[in-house]
């Protein structure tokens, strides 16, 4: 049997990666033009794989430019940021490890690293620093990579995942307006920062009085569409030796909301179930294992909120949008209108629902299906395939 055409648990960015045509070509032109970019958008909805894919494509077309990506998922303090971004931008620049010592003496003025090397020199190479010295010259580091551009003859692009997370280092604020400070003035050095919570990102980026405001373009990353989701869904399935009928495979994205990491979720359980030719049988228990397999985190997810939370979203789901009427108040018990304001922004902030001009919506459409089975034992059949026939 052949591999599943379908991933949802990593990033995609060669084989399983559909569409987001316009997006490659504006974040590559941005990044070569050195337009620093941004890209926020909700949970797993493909950030990180279309950078991966863009700067794929830029190591395969321009050589001169030098990319780096940082994943600060771990990094959970400044001198970490600061060791990680010298080491990794040390690295790119050469392709030998001689030449890495050498760089690290020979670029650095005031700072003295720490250098270390693993069995492999090639994976464990690292840089450490004396904290004290470190918070006095941090602008050696920051400005490391127009340093070494200038003395190469290269650019750098330096892209940074989850950056969000810097926000929590003590001192965040200083270093929030150092970095902008240096990094406004580098020629030969590109950013690209994305991360996974979305409001966070936003009052980074978007907030006037905010250091960062205005550093480059926002990309507001959208879902892919359902016809791009349609062909990729039957060109999988042909491609493995399987098939799906054009308005069969059409269900997977309407009822997963066209969510990228979803559709693939379903896709997959549903060429998993599927012989040779997949109908809207298999698509049925393909969803029950989806929900299923995501059960643990549902729960827990719940486990976070307070009743009147999950009774605002018991509103929501029965598709009330004036939370506040009094008679919605009452049925759902969800307190005073204060409360209902408090709740509705909370669940907002965490990404639970988005209130779009006149709607309140689930922004996780599995976890719609399953709450709306869990609290108002509404089965499968009812909530989706009575009303699709
Ligand atoms: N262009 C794409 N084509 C097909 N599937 C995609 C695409 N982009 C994302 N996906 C699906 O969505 C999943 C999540 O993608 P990715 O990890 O890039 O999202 P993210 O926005 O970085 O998520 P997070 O917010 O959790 O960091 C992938 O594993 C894949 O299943
Ligand atoms: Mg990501």
Redo the contacts with the bound molecule.
């Keep these: 049997m052949s591999d599943s055409p379908f ?6 960015s060669s084989e ?5 045509k316009a997006e490659i070509k504006k974040l590559y032109n941005n990044l070569i033009q050195g337009i620093n970019t941004m890209i926020i ?1 909700p ?8 950078v991966e894919k863009v700067v794929n494509n830029i190591k395969r077309k321009n050589k001169d430019h030098k990319t780096v990506i940082i994943d600060l998922f771990s990094v959970s303090s400044e001198k970490e940021f600061l060791e990680t971004f010298a080491g990794e931008v040390i690295k790119v620049s050469s392709n030998k490890w001689e030449e890495w010592i050498d760089n690290s003496k020979n670029f650095f003025r005031q700072l003295i690293p720490k250098i270390s090397f693993g069995i492999d020199p090639y994976s464990d190479f690292s840089l450490s620093f004396e904290w004290e010295e470190l918070q006095k010259h941090s602008n050696e580091i920051l400005n490391l990579p127009e340093v070494i551009a200038k003395k190469k003859n290269i650019r750098f692009i330096i892209c940074l ?2 950056f969000q997370n810097t926000a929590s280092y003590p001192g965040f604020l200083d270093f929030e307006k150092k970095m902008r400070a240096v990094w406004q003035r580098q020629k030969l050095v590109t950013y690209c920062l994305y991360g ?1 919570k979305r409001h966070m990102m936003a009052d980074i980026f978007n907030n006037p009085s905010k250091p960062f405001y205005r550093f480059g373009d926002i990309i507001l990353l959208e879902k ?1 569409n359902t016809k791009d989701w349609i062909s ?1 869904i039957i060109n999988s399935f042909a491609k493995t030796g399987k098939m799906i009928e054009k308005t069969d495979a059409a269900i997977i994205p309407k009822l997963m909301k066209n969510h ?2 979803y559709v ?2 379903l896709a997959h359980y549903t060429w998993n179930l599927t012989d040779q030719k997949a109908t809207v049988e298999e698509i049925k228990k393909a969803l029950e294992e989806v929900i299923y397999a995501n059960t643990p985190f549902y729960q827990k997810e719940i486990e976070t909120m307070s009743p009147t939370q999950i009774n605002l979203l018991k509103a929501v789901a029965s598709g009330k949008v004036q939370l506040t009427s009094t008679e919605v108040m009452q049925k759902y018990k969800l307190g005073t209108p204060r409360n209902v304001l408090k709740n509705k922004k909370i669940l907002i902030k965490n990404d639970v629902i988005e209130n779009t001009g006149n709607t309140i919506n689930f922004l996780d459409p599995a976890f719609e299906i399953w709450f709306k089975k869990q609290f108002f034992n509404q089965s499968f059949e009812e909530q989706i395939w009575k009303k699709e026939s």
């Excluded at 991933?7 to 995609?12: F, K």
């Design positions: 991933i949802y648990g990593n990033t995609v399983a990666f559909t569409n987001r958008s949970r797993r909805w493909g950030k990180t794989s279309l995942d989850e996974s892919i990729f990228p990491w693939q979720q």
